[in-house]
């Protein structure tokens, strides 16, 4: 069995999304953690020039430059692609990792709450999704295992283990003490799963409801690409909630409703992302399973 002895906490990959900045800074200037003593901690503020901007990122996602061929890039003026490769190696690097475990922490503007991301099926991430269900019943366990985990292109694939923790309702650019309250419970349960984990004394874990992304959706465009539309009102604040096909997901500013289509309820989360509007998506989607 691999054990977890060194764990990154990662915050301000993002550069406005400041519940993971205030939890790395408050962390390495002494925050009472009873782990200090059983786990080797290294806290990284990932992106410090767009933390200072209180901006999402100078040129490029940072979360999205940790896929094998960008970080093979020998020569980039993009700066989060630079970033990216010092990360890797002073995390990974990704194809043979030194931290055992990395926590990037980030906040959505969406209606959340506490989510618990993970990129792969398997019973360690299986046992730590129910661990942390049964302390905290209403976080949601969100799997994005649609391609292997070291495909993923995200900053926390460069440890042997790595996990996203997503904590909303919160603007970009704003602290809420909730929120913040909320990670450091998150965080807690998480060192004590690995903690219980190492020492081979994990009680068994009943199933629990989680959700397995489907695919993002786009906002409807006009013919010149422009949005023509926004996210019906009735699935506004709404996220992980059932919509059945026929149920209304778009109104257009015509007054027209888009319905969803297909052969299955989906549950709808990142709904109405501040974020991803250059991208013009509007919603990720996901089925419900017990896991």
């Keep these: 069995m691999s054990t977890i002895k060194s764990i990154a906490i990662v915050g301000g990959t993002h550069g406005n999304e400041l519940t993971g900045i205030n939890i790395v800074k408050a962390l390495d200037k002494g925050l009472t953690n009873q782990f200090d003593d059983v786990f080797k901690f290294e806290y990284i503020i990932a992106n410090p020039s767009a933390v200072a901007a209180n901006v999402r990122f100078i040129d ?3 979360n999205r430059q940790f896929g094998i061929h960008n970080l093979s890039c020998s020569n980039s003026r993009l700066y ?17 990792p030194r931290t055992d475990l990395v926590i990037d922490i980030h906040n959505t503007t969406s209606a959340m709450g506490a989510t618990l991301i993970l990129l792969e099926d398997s019973p360690f991430y299986r046992n730590m999704a129910g661990y942390l269900k049964a302390r905290m019943p209403d976080v949601n366990i969100l799997l994005e295992d649609e ?8 900053l926390c694939t460069t440890g042997k283990r790595g996990i996203m923790l997503e904590l909303g309702c919160q603007p970009h650019g704003v602290s809420r003490m909730d929120i913040f309250l909320q990670c450091e419970t998150m965080l807690q349960s998480v060192f ?4 219980l984990y ?3 004394a994990m009680p ?14 786009q906002f409807p465009l006009n013919e010149e690409e422009e ?3 926004l996210v019906h009102e009735t699935l506004l604040d709404r996220d992980f909630c059932a919509v059945e096909v026929g149920d209304p997901i778009f109104r257009l ?3 027209t409703e888009i319905f969803l289509t297909g052969t299955h309820t989906v549950y709808p989360h990142f709904i109405n992302e501040a974020a991803y509007r250059n991208s013009k998506v509007a919603f990720a989607t996901a089925t419900k399973f017990k896991w």
């Design 192 to 195: 004590e799963y690995c903690d």
């Design 204 to 217: 068994e874990q009943p199933t629990f409801d989680a959700y397995r992304l489907i695919e993002n959706v």
């Design 198 to 200: 190492n020492r081979d």
């Design 147 to 154: 391609i292997s985990y070291l495909e993923h292109p995200y």
């Design 253 to 255: 500013f015509d007054g």
């Design 227 to 229: 949005v023509a539309g």
């Design 60 to 62: 490029v996602d940072l």
């Design 80 to 96: 989060e692609l630079n970033i990216a490769k010092v990360l890797d190696q002073k995390l990974g690097p990704k194809h043979s």
